[in-house]
C-alpha cells in the first residue's frame, strides 16, 4: 500500500494548470451582480452556458453529460482554482451537487439523459423543496401529499424556505404518498416537478438583507407524470437521506472556497494595517480552512478506497458553517463602520454563511447525530 | 495523493498502544510525579525498543532515518496514555545533536532509551507582537511590506528570521519583565541523564540540575532549572529545525491527550445516571462532547499533514489547533465529569492537567499564530486577481 502522499499526480496538476488559464481568461473582470436578484440570477445563468460551453460546470460527472470525469480529487482541484480566480457563485449548485448524486445513484438512463444536460448548462436551474411550516428538524414530519392519478401524482400542499425557487425553473422534495404507513418517514415519494407548472403559486420570501432567496411554494392539485418519480414511490426517505449525506458531506462546501475566503481575508487583513485586534482571527481562519481542507483530503482517499463517509459529514458540517461564519465576522469587523454597509465585499457573503448553521440540516441537529452515531451516547430527549 | 495511514502505520500504532494500555500509566504518573523516576525508566525503555526515538535519528547514528509521520503517530498514543517524561525534549535534542561531530557521544542511548534528554528553551521569550505599518494602507494601493519585527543587533543573527526561529532567540527577545540572569527551566531535568540548554552562544551541556523542581500545573511535569555550566556543543544548533520537530511531537501528544480526555468523558455520561437516565441523554452533555469530537477531528489532519510536510507554519497550526481542541476538550471533560473530576486523586486530573500545560510548551498559541501569518502574509507578494464576494448559491 502506498505512504501517506499529500502531492497531487502529474495528471493532476495539469488539470489545475488547464483549469487555472480557463478561469483566468473568463472570469468576469468586475463581480456579477447578487445572484438572488433577477437580473444577477440571468447573469449568473449565463455564466454556467459559460462554464457548460467548455465542459467546466460539472466536472465530476460524465463526459456525456457534459463533465469530464473528474474524480473526486480532481473535482476537489477544480474547486480550489474556481474560488482562488474569484469565479461566480454556482446558481446551479442545488441541481449539480443534491439533485444530480441522486439521479446517478437512484434515477432511471431516461432521467438522467433528459434532467442532466440542461442542468449542466443552466438552462434549467432548480430549487429544493424539503421544508414545511411544520417539518423542519423534523423533516419526516411534512404532510404535503402526492396522491395517485392515471399516469402520475397530484402534489398538495406546502413547502417552504425552497432556496432558489423565487427565479428556478423547476423543484425536488419529497411528498406524502402513502398516509397510512405506520411511521412518519415511510410511505414518502421523492419527485422533480416544474415550478411553472399549473396550480403552482411561488411566493418569494426576503432573507435577512431583503433579497428573495428562497420562497413558499403552494401546491394545488399539481400534476406529475410518472417518469418523474425518482426510485419506488413510498421510498422518498432513504433516496433522500443519501442525498443529504451529500450535502453535508464532501461536495456540497468544497475547501477551495473557504481556502480563498481566508486568503482575501489576509489581503483585508494586511491592508488595513494588520491591526492587532483581529490577530488571532485571522490566523484561526488561515488555520481553519487548511484543516478543511486536509480533512477533506482524508475524506476523499477513504472514499476512493471504498469507504462509506458517513455521520462524520456532521461534523464537517458544524465545521464549515462556523469557520465561514467566523471569517467572514472578522471581515466585517476588520472594516470598521463600512462593516455595516450592504455593498461591500464581503456584505453578501456574511448575509450567506449566516445561513450556513441553519440549512443542510441546522447544526443542532448534526450535534445530535455526532452524539448517536459517532460517540455512542444514548438517545436523548430533544 | 493518498492521505491516509497504511497497514504498517496502523499496526504501528496500534502496538503502541495495547504496549501502553497494559502499562497501566496512571501509576507510573504518579510515581514519576513524586520524583520516583523508576517505573517510569522502565517504560521508557519499552518505548525505545518500540523504535519511537529512533524515528527523529539518522540511521548512522543508530536511528531509522527520519520519519516524522511516524513519530507523530507515536506522540499521539503517547499522549493518549499521558506517559510521563521529557519525551518532546527527547526529539528536539535529537534533532539538536544529530549533525554534530560530537553526535555520536550521544544518540545512539537516545536511541536505545538509556538516555533521556531534556533541553532548556529561553525562559519568558517575548511575547510575539508584530508592530503594524505606522500609516494604514489604503486597500488598492502597493501592497505593504509584510511587517517584521525590528532586527536587533544584540541577538545572535539566525538562520532564517521566521517566529519559529525568534522562538528560540535568546536573551534580548526575553519577555518584559523577566529576569535575564533566572536560570532556564527544563522538562524533568532531574531525571534526564542529558541535559542541554539553548542559550545565546549557542548549545551548551549543563552537568546537573541548578535546584529543586519548580511544580508545573501538571504535577507530571517536573520543571527543573538548569545553569549552561558544561561544554559548548555548538555555536550554531539548528534552532528552527529542533523547534519544528518538537512542536510537531507536542501537537500529537496534545491530539492523544484530547482524545484521551473525550474517550474517558464519554464512557462516564454513558453509565453515570441522573434523575433515571444517563446524563449522556441530555442534550446540553451531547451537544459539548460533539463540539469536542469536531475540534479533535478537524486537528487530526492539520497534524498528520504537518507530519508529512513539515513546515514551520503547517507544524505551527498543527501545534495551535491540537492545543486548543484538547483543552476545549479538557474543560468539557471536567464539566461533565463535575466535582469527581476536580480531583487530583481521580486519574482524569493526569490528561486534564497535561492539556492545560501542553498548550503552552514550546510556543504559546499567540506564537504558533504568528508563525501561521508570518507564512500567510508571503502569499501576499504576489496577490491574485482581486475576487468578488464569495457565497450565495446554497440550498
Known sequence: MPAVDLSHSRADEEFRAEARAWLAAHVPRTPLPSLETAEGFAAHRAWEAELAADRWSVVSWPKRYGGRDAGLLRWLVFEEEYWAAGAPGRVGQNGISLLAPTLFDHGTQEQRARVLPPMATG????????????????????????????????????????????????????????????????????LMFD?????????????????????????????????DVIGEPGR?????????????????????????????????????????????????????ARAYQLFTYAAASRSLEGEELGPESSTNKVFWSELDLALHETALDLLGPEGERADTDWSEGYVFSLAGPLYAGTNEIQRDIIAERLLGLPKGRR | MRFLLDAEQRAFTGSLHAMLSAAGTPAVIRDWSRGDPARGRALWSRIAEAGVFGLAVPEDHGGLGRHPVELALAFVELGRH???????????????????????????????????????????????????????APDTGPPPTAPTRDPDPARPRLAADTAAARYLAPGPDRAPGTDPAAPQLALDADAATLRLVLTADGLRVATAAAGPPRRSLDPARRLTPLTPD?????????????????????????????????????????????????????QAVRHRLADARTALEFARPLVLGAAVSPRPADVAAAKLMACEAAYTTARAALQLHGAIGYTAEYDLSLWLTKARALRTAWGTPEECREAVLDDALKGHDAPRRPAGPVGEAGP
Open chain 2, 82 to 136: 499521558a506517559v510521563p517524561g521529557p519525551l518532546v525534549e527527547t526529539v528536539a535534542a535529537a534533532v539538536l545533536l544529530q549533525d554534530l561531530p560530537s553526535a555520536k557521544r550521544f544518540l545512539p542511548g537516545l536511541v536505545a532509551g538509556t538516555d533521556l534528554a531534556t533541553v532548556a528553551t529561553p525562559l519568558g521569550h517575548a511575547l510575539t507582537t508584530t508592530p503594524a505599518p505606522t500609516e494604514p
Open chain 1, 123 to 190: 438552462e434549467a436551474v432548480w430549487a429544493q423543496a424539503w421544508s414545511e411550516p411544520e417539518a423542519g428538524s423534523d423533516l419526516a414530519s411534512l404532510t404535503s401529499r402526492a396522491v395517485r392519478t392515471d399516469g402520475g401524482w397530484l402534489l398538495r400542499g406546502q413547502k417552504t424556505w425552497s432556496s432558489r425557487a423565487a427565479f428556478a425553473d423547476r423543484a425536488f422534495g419529497l411528498f406524502r404518498s402513502d398516509p397510512d404507513a405506520p411511521k412518519p418517514h415511510q410511505g414518502l415519494t421523492y
Open chain 2, 230 to 282: 558544561g561544554e559548548l556543543l555548538t555555536p550554531d544548533p539548528p534552532r528552527e529545525r529542533a523547534l519544528t520537530w518538537a512542536r510537531l511531537a507536542i501537537a500529537a501528544q496534545a491530539l492523544g491527550v484530547g482524545l484521551a480526555l473525550l474517550d474517558r468523558t464519554v464512557a462516564y455520561v454513558r453509565q453515570r445516571t441522573q434523575f433515571g437516565v444517563p446524563i449522556g441523554s441530555f
Open chain 1, 195 to 227: 415550478l411553472r407548472a399549473p396550480g403552482v403559486t411561488v411566493r418569494p420570501i426576503g432573507r435577512l438583507d431583503g433579497k428573495p432567496a428562497f420562497a413558499e411554494l403552494f401546491l394545488d392539485d399539481v400534476f406529475v407524470p410518472d417518469e
Open chain 1, 236 to 288: 422518498g426517505w432513504r433516496i433522500a437521506m443519501s442525498t443529504a449525506g451529500d450535502e453535508r458531506g464532501l461536495t456540497l462546501r468544497s475547501p477551495g472556497r473557504f481556502l480563498a475566503s481566508a486568503h482575501r481575508l489576509v489581503a483585508l487583513w494586511r491592508a488595513r494595517g494588520c491591526p492587532e485586534h483581529a490577530r488571532a482571527r485571522v490566523a484561526d481562519a488561515v488555520v481553519g
